[in-house]
């Protein structure tokens, strides 16, 4: 069936440091890619998405590439904040609309 | 413009009680899904609604979990014999269509919902 693997957590990062966490998928087709974010006490909020193959979706300084080959889209950052501390989430979607979640990698940017 | 709203926030209740939670989706987005968010199981798909159309239960964990949606806007998940393993936090989202693929989905605070 359906699903994702996401890079395991916390992850725990000085600021300014380089960040990256892998997903991996599983799914029928080629479907849209998602990550999504989960700051502390809020509610989840789209980060970023890529709709086919060699697309290249970028928010707030994060990155991510759909690679279609490696069924991947792994999340990066050249320089954390304090403030990216958060709950990230990978996300293909299915069918028309069904969003499938990885299992969350927490992120801790320490000063 | 006003989000996704949820009610309540948080709902404590007891075993084999039924619970109703509610969800009002963005004015004018014609999709709305419900997900879960739990510990065990992390965000898992429970339920969508497009339009008039059949909604896409294929998600729900068991038959007494059930969703409506009157009048294409507002939406209403129904937990009949809450049990332990339902707690969690249940979240709503809304989209302006099902058609697109790509359509962002915006998301509600969650109800956290806690089955003593």
């Known amino acids: 069936g359906d699903s994702v693997t996401q890079m395991e957590g916390p992850v725990t990062l000085s600021e300014e440091a380089f960040l990256t966490i892998n997903c991996t998928y599983t799914?029928?087709?080629?479907?849209?890619l998602f990550w999504y974010v989960q700051y502390p006490g809020e509610g989840l909020q789209l980060l970023l998405k890529?709709?086919?193959?060699?697309d290249k979706g970028s928010n707030k300084g994060f990155e991510a590439t759909y690679r279609k080959e490696t069924t991947s889209f792994h999340l990066e950052k050249g320089s954390v904040q304090v403030s990216d501390s958060a709950v990230y989430f990978c996300?293909?979607?299915?069918?028309?609309?069904?969003?499938?979640f990885g299992q969350g990698t927490e992120l801790s940017v320490k000063p | 413009g006003a989000g996704v709203s949820q009610s309540p926030s948080n709902k404590v209740t007891e075993k084999g009680k039924d619970v109703e939670l509610r969800c009002d989706p963005i004015?004018?987005?014609?999709?709305l899904y419900w997900y879960r968010q739990s510990l065990g199981q992390g965000l898992e798909f429970l339920i969508y609604f497009q339009g008039n159309s059949a909604p896409d239960k294929s998600g729900l964990p068991s038959d007494r979990f059930s969703a409506e949606r009157t009048g294409g806007s507002v939406s209403t998940l129904t937990i009949q014999r809450t049990q332990q393993e339902d707690s969690a936090v249940y979240l709503c989202?809304?989209?302006?269509?099902?058609?697109?693929?790509?359509?962002?989905?915006?998301f509600g605070p969650g109800t956290r919902l806690t089955v003593l």
């Open positions: 890529a709709t086919k193959a060699d």
């Open positions: 799914a029928t087709g080629y479907p849209s």
């Open positions: 989202a809304s989209s302006f269509s099902r058609g697109e693929a790509y359509n962002e989905q915006f």
């Open positions: 996300a293909p979607i299915i069918g028309a609309g069904k969003l499938i």
């Open positions: 004015s004018g987005h014609t999709a």
